[in-house]
């Protein structure tokens, strides 16, 4: 069973930086592409970063662009999304995605809730 | 810029709603791309249509994907109390972003 577990979520002032982690497990991880997809309260689903198996190549939503990394540890099966100076708008549920093919994400994790707010 | 669903759609037990998603001749009209996600309130989205018209394993056959140009639809048949959610479109874009969403669309039944 595919399983994603995101930790790493809470509250952070504004300016302030965060790491997120995804434990991965139930396929192989080192194969897989993977995302960053978050959600504010009450709001819709956005894209926010994506990463190639071997972590060569990344891609991020403008919104983001310079202030998170995304990263991976294939050897410890673990996503990373590394965020500095947030702003109140990145408060959201950020949830690991697994990639199907074509940024089509095949299963999720539970989210972890990040709150940017002084 | 993100793909454009309906707020809300409603329909009884039993019926048949369709919820569309707009997008642009370089996303949703340029590959067959599309998927769809069910989410109910504070879980998860789910994945239940992809490359447009497939259903992963588990997925009611009441689900049924389809496109037509810029736009692709979703409908589910037969609705149930279960099915009430919000439904999310996406598509790939071969360019920046290399995904796009749709808002989301709030399914009621009645």
Same mark, same amino acid.
């Given at each position: 069973?595919?399983?994603?577990?995101?930790?790493?979520?809470?509250?952070?002032?504004?300016?302030?930086?965060?790491?997120?982690?995804?434990?991965?497990?139930?396929?192989?991880?080192s194969?897989?592409?993977m995302?960053?997809?978050?959600?504010?309260?009450g709001?819709?689903?956005?894209?926010?970063?994506?990463i190639?198996?071997?972590?060569?190549?990344?891609?991020?939503?403008?919104?983001?662009?310079g &202030?998170?990394?995304?990263?991976?540890?294939?050897?410890?099966n673990?996503?990373?999304?590394?965020?500095?100076?947030? &702003?109140?708008?990145?408060?959201?549920?950020?949830?690991?995605?697994?990639?199907?093919?074509?940024?089509?994400?095949?299963?999720?994790?539970?989210?972890?809730?990040?709150t940017?707010?002084? | 810029?993100?793909?454009?669903?309906?707020?809300?759609v409603? /329909?009884?037990?039993?019926?048949?709603?369709?919820?569309?998603?707009t /997008?642009?001749?370089?996303d949703?009209g340029a590959?067959?791309?599309?998927?769809?996600?069910?989410?109910?309130?504070?879980?998860?989205?789910? +994945?239940?249509?992809?490359?447009?018209?497939?259903?992963?394993? /588990?997925?009611?056959?009441?689900?049924?994907?389809?496109?037509?140009?810029?736009?692709?639809? #979703?409908?589910?048949? /037969? #609705?149930?109390?279960e099915?009430?959610?919000?439904?999310?479109?996406?598509?790939?874009?071969?360019?920046?972003?290399p995904?796009?969403?749709?808002?989301g669309?709030? #399914?009621?039944? +009645?």
């Amino acid at each position: 069973e595919v399983q994603l577990v995101e930790s790493g979520g809470g509250l952070v002032q504004p300016g302030g930086s965060l790491s997120l982690s995804c434990a991965a497990s139930g396929f192989t991880f080192s194969t897989s592409w993977m995302h960053w997809v978050r959600q504010a309260p009450g709001k819709g689903l956005v894209w926010v970063s994506r990463i190639n198996t071997d972590g060569s190549a990344t891609a991020y939503a403008d919104s983001v662009k310079g &202030r998170f990394t995304i990263s991976r540890d294939n050897a410890k099966n673990t996503l990373f999304l590394q965020m500095t100076s947030l &702003r109140a708008e990145d408060t959201a549920v950020y949830y690991c995605a697994k990639d199907l093919s074509f940024n089509q994400v095949d299963h999720w994790g539970q989210g972890t809730l990040v709150t940017v707010s002084s | 810029s993100a793909l454009t669903q309906p707020a809300s759609v409603s /329909g009884s037990p039993g019926q048949s709603i369709t919820i569309s998603c707009t /997008g642009s001749s370089s996303d949703v009209g340029a590959y067959n791309y599309v998927s769809w996600y069910q989410q109910h309130p504070g879980k998860a989205p789910r +994945l239940v249509i992809y490359d447009v018209t497939n259903r992963p394993s /588990g997925v009611s056959d009441r689900f049924s994907g389809s496109k037509s140009g810029n736009t692709a639809s #979703l409908t589910i048949s /037969g #609705l149930q109390a279960e099915d009430e959610a919000d439904f999310y479109c996406s598509s790939y874009t071969g360019s920046r972003p290399p995904v796009v969403f749709g808002g989301g669309t709030k #399914l009621t039944v +009645l």
